[in-house]
């Protein structure tokens, strides 16, 4: 009885993976996968059926396995815009990372995908750049305001002011940023379109490494996996 017992809690377990076993061949086979788009929508559907009921413990259950079928989504989307390394460096494994922090109304969704490029011939003490493209409703709002403020007249006349810094503006694809860079420490590149925020992260004050990955990325590319336009 305790092996047939094991045995269904396997078979079920199998079965939940998406596991089938060929018939009269005794072969496991994947069973087709599911669209992400529809079992997300499906689970939104009864996410809502479930709330009107007033049955929020399945209603939160459904809603946040929607959620995160739109975040692998998304980061498969923005993972594949991740640019070849330019000319003199290397590619560094690419990361992914979804999340939510926070609770209630204050939650905040997140979906990050980042990568790290070294100099060839140097080891990691020499310089490295990351790239990271991050997607969050909330903190692209958060983010707009600030590019907004950079291109402030004031602002910019206050950062003019201090010799170990200066900024300039980049455009590209409907994005809008600035390069800043902090004399020698640091040069770094942020950019927002269509909910996305893209950083360049040079370990060093050299702002023409910092131009040369930001135009290896495919700009409009990357607008269009957030926005699907």
């Not at 909330?138 to 950079?150: C, R």
């Not at 950062?159 to 809008?176: C, I, Q, R, S, Y």
């Amino acid at each position: 009885m305790k092996r047939l017992f094991a045995f269904t809690l396997c078979a079920a377990a199998l079965a939940c993976l998406g596991y089938a076993y060929a018939e009269g061949e005794g072969e496991e086979a994947k069973a087709p996968p599911a669209d992400p788009v529809k079992e997300a929508v499906t689970h939104i559907d009864a996410g809502k059926a479930a709330l009107l009921e007033g049955n929020t413990e399945a209603a939160l259950d459904h809603l946040q396995r929607a959620i995160g079928l739109i975040q692998a989504g998304m980061q498969k989307r923005l993972e594949a815009f991740m640019p070849a390394a330019p000319a003199g460096f290397l590619k560094g494994e690419v990361n992914t990372n979804s999340g939510s922090w926070g609770s209630g109304e204050q939650a905040v969704q997140i979906t990050t995908v980042s990568c790290d490029y070294t100099r060839e011939g140097e080891d990691e003490s020499g310089m490295t750049v990351g790239v990271e493209f991050s997607n969050s409703p909330q903190i692209y709002e958060s983010m707009k305001a600030m590019v907004e403020m950079y291109d402030s007249p004031e602002f910019r006349a206050a950062m003019a002011a201090n010799p170990d810094m200066t900024l300039e503006k980049v455009e590209g694809g409907g994005f809008t940023g600035w390069l800043t860079v902090n004399k020698g420490e640091s040069a770094q590149i942020v950019a927002i379109a269509k909910g996305l925020l893209v950083q360049i992260n040079v370990s060093t004050d050299d702002a023409a490494v910092a131009k040369t990955f930001w135009a290896a990325l495919d700009h409009k590319g990357l607008a269009s996996a957030v926005s699907g336009k």
